[in-house]
């Protein structure tokens, strides 16, 4: 950057309100929880439920077993969440959430010294369930806000049921590019999800699949002028072209909604089939995988340094990916996909994943807080099965510079179910809410509760039950500052829903579905006391979102 720039309006402003955050949050120190889990319906709210539980419990941590949770429930957030995001790829789920303040009491006996974060504490609560609480310091200095978006997204494969090793590396390597490309153009990458939904034409015919081999991303580009954009989509675009991918760019003009996108590049099958077949993994099929969250302060190049490491394991896949900074962390949580199991089997796997994580950590206590340079040399080459895997000096020296100090959530690893959302449809909600805690807490349960009171979610919670309830596949809730909460998020329902009625057009459902949910949202709402008051929307389609309704 010139000095012409450092001294530029945006810049001092920037630096101002670096120094108010620093300033408001002395401590400088966010809490966080992540949990790695096995996808089930109703599992965000349970938590709540049992934060409410412990709120009014006597003795805090008085309900936790021995590993500090019953042996098939969550402990409950040790705080309520500020920022969180919550994700569901493949059978396997995250929940994210950041609180700001002082350590809970559990967590004070943790601290490892002023220039450590506390000793990460990793709660088992069952063998497809580890929670993980610590704490990192966050960059005030990551600012977006005023930023101008570039959001884009790029088709992989559109057949759902359709996957095999070959999608998952190809996720692979478009996260390094993309990571690398808004490094190179030392901006922020602000959001980066695979998979997701494909853009919904303006007039729908159908009621799209809630997800496809896709990833999506959004990028700051501040101060970006039509040039600079068009070179940054001229270079994604050929690089889909040579693969065959589709490629869309959201339309970020002022006055029009987000889910509306241009194409700027059409999906080639034939090219997609012949570059799949060349890399001789197409009829590969992973059936685990190894969820890891890497967490730190948000920094730009931090991705690209990781997923520059990960790139020099060429046969490594990352099958789902959710990276996103909330309360200026950066979390990268990727799901990378088990190539080769010992004669063993998962259990010898386990076993031997459990030693490296151990082997990449100064000491053997449960609390593990191993940065990527220290665990990825150790996990890598058991993942992928390649054990003469050796990165170059370069790339270990770039991840060590830009994402050093983060801490590397690792485990348990996890069967997956690719495809298996194809018999199910979307439905969007977004809210906002101001001038109370519990904005996250309170419209996500009225909403949950407003899906039983029109007959989308089934009484009963069984096992049995699940492919019959709302799954919530993504949601993300950010404090947008003054008092200010805003979420967004996707479900999925059972396809079976779109007989019970007589008129089978989508846009005639949707509507109905959408009305009606939204309807039962606010009469749900007005049961609880939030002075603020909360707006609401409900749409089959993303860009029919709207959050001009009244406030509640």
């Known amino acids: 950057m010139s000095d012409e720039e450092d001294a530029s309006p945006a810049a001092l402003a920037d630096l101002a309100r670096a120094g108010f955050l620093m300033a408001r949050q002395s401590l400088m120190q966010v809490n966080f929880e992540v949990h790695h889990v096995r996808d089930r319906a109703g599992y965000l709210r349970e938590l709540f439920d049992r934060r409410a539980v412990a709120e009014r419990s006597p003795t805090p941590g008085a309900d936790r077993g021995?590993?500090?949770?019953?042996?098939?429930?969550?402990?409950?957030?040790?705080?309520?969440?500020?920022?969180?995001?919550?994700?569901?790829?493949?059978?396997?789920g995250l929940v994210i959430?950041?609180?700001?303040?002082?350590?809970?009491?559990?967590?004070?006996?943790?601290?490892?010294?002023?220039?450590?974060?506390?000793?990460?504490?990793?709660?088992?609560?069952?063998?497809?369930?580890?929670?993980?609480?610590?704490?990192?310091?966050?960059?005030?200095?990551f600012i977006y806000e005023t930023g101008q978006k570039f959001e884009g997204l790029i088709l992989v494969e559109e057949r759902t049921t359709r996957w095999s090793s070959f999608q998952s590396r190809a996720i692979a390597e478009l996260t390094a590019v993309i990571s690398r490309i808004a490094a190179d153009h030392k901006a922020p990458l602000l959001s980066l999800h695979a998979p997701v939904q494909m853009p919904a034409r303006a007039e729908a015919r159908e009621w799209p699949v809630p997800s496809v081999v896709a990833v999506r991303f959004s990028i700051a580009l501040r101060g970006a002028d039509a040039q600079r954009r068009l070179a940054l989509a001229e270079t994604?675009?050929?690089?889909?072209?040579?693969?065959?991918?589709?490629?869309?760019?959201?339309?970020?003009?002022?006055?029009?909604?987000?889910?509306?996108?241009?194409?700027?590049?059409?999906?080639?099958?034939?090219?997609?089939?012949?570059?799949?077949?060349?890399?001789?993994?197409?009829?590969?099929?992973?059936?685990?995988?190894?969820?890891?969250?890497?967490?730190?302060?948000?920094?730009?190049?931090?991705?690209?340094?990781?997923?520059?490491?990960?790139?020099?394991?060429?046969?490594?896949?990352?099958?789902?990916?959710?990276?996103?900074?909330?309360?200026?962390?950066?979390?990268?949580?990727?799901?990378?996909?088990?190539?080769?199991?010992p004669a063993g089997g998962i259990d010898e796997f386990e076993v031997e994943l459990l030693r490296r994580i151990r082997s990449a950590h100064v000491d053997t206590t449960q609390g593990r807080t191993s940065s990527p340079q220290e665990l990825l040399p150790e996990i890598l080459p058991l993942v992928t099965g390649n054990g003469n895997g050796r990165p170059g000096v370069e790339k270990l020296a770039r991840l060590t510079e830009r994402a050093g100090d983060y801490q590397a959530l690792t485990g348990p690893t996890m069967l997956v179910r690719p495809g298996e959302g194809s018999d199910r449809i979307p439905l969007w909600f977004s809210w906002r809410a101001v001038g109370t805690d519990d904005g996250l807490a309170t419209p996500l349960i009225a909403f949950m509760d407003a899906l039983k009171a029109i007959g989308l979610a089934p009484a009963g919670s069984g096992v049995e039950d699940a492919r019959h309830h709302p799954n919530l596949d993504y949601l993300v809730c950010r404090d947008v500052g003054e008092s200010m909460l805003r979420g967004r998020g996707k479900i999925s329902l059972p396809r079976h829903i779109l007989h019970q009625s007589p008129d089978t057009r989508p846009n005639v459902i949707g509507a109905r579905i959408s009305t009606s949910l939204e309807d039962a949202w606010r009469a749900e709402l007005s049961r609880h006391a939030l002075p603020g008051g909360v707006e609401i929307s409900v749409a089959w389609v993303e860009y029919r979102l709207n959050n001009s309704t009244t406030l509640m």
């Open 97 to 141: 959430g950041t609180y700001a303040g002082a350590l809970p009491r559990d967590m004070q006996r943790r601290r490892q010294g002023s220039d450590l974060p506390v000793a990460l504490r990793v709660d088992h609560v069952s063998p497809d369930a580890w929670v993980f609480q610590g704490t990192a310091w966050p960059n005030p200095t």
């Open 236 to 341: 994604l675009a050929d690089f889909a072209g040579t693969r065959g991918y589709g490629f869309w760019l959201a339309d970020t003009r002022a006055g029009h909604r987000q889910g509306n996108w241009y194409l700027v590049r059409p999906y080639d099958r034939s090219k997609v089939e012949q570059y799949a077949d060349w890399t001789g993994c197409a009829d590969l099929q992973p059936r685990y995988c190894l969820p890891v969250t890497f967490v730190g302060p948000a920094r730009v190049g931090a991705t690209s340094a990781i997923m520059a490491y990960l790139r020099e394991f060429p046969e490594l896949g990352v099958l789902a990916c959710s990276i996103i900074s909330l309360d200026d962390l950066a979390f990268i949580h990727l799901q990378l996909a088990v190539n080769r199991l």
């Open 66 to 92: 021995r590993n500090g949770g019953t042996p098939d429930a969550a402990p409950p957030p040790a705080e309520r969440p500020r920022e969180t995001l919550s994700s569901a790829a493949n059978g396997v």
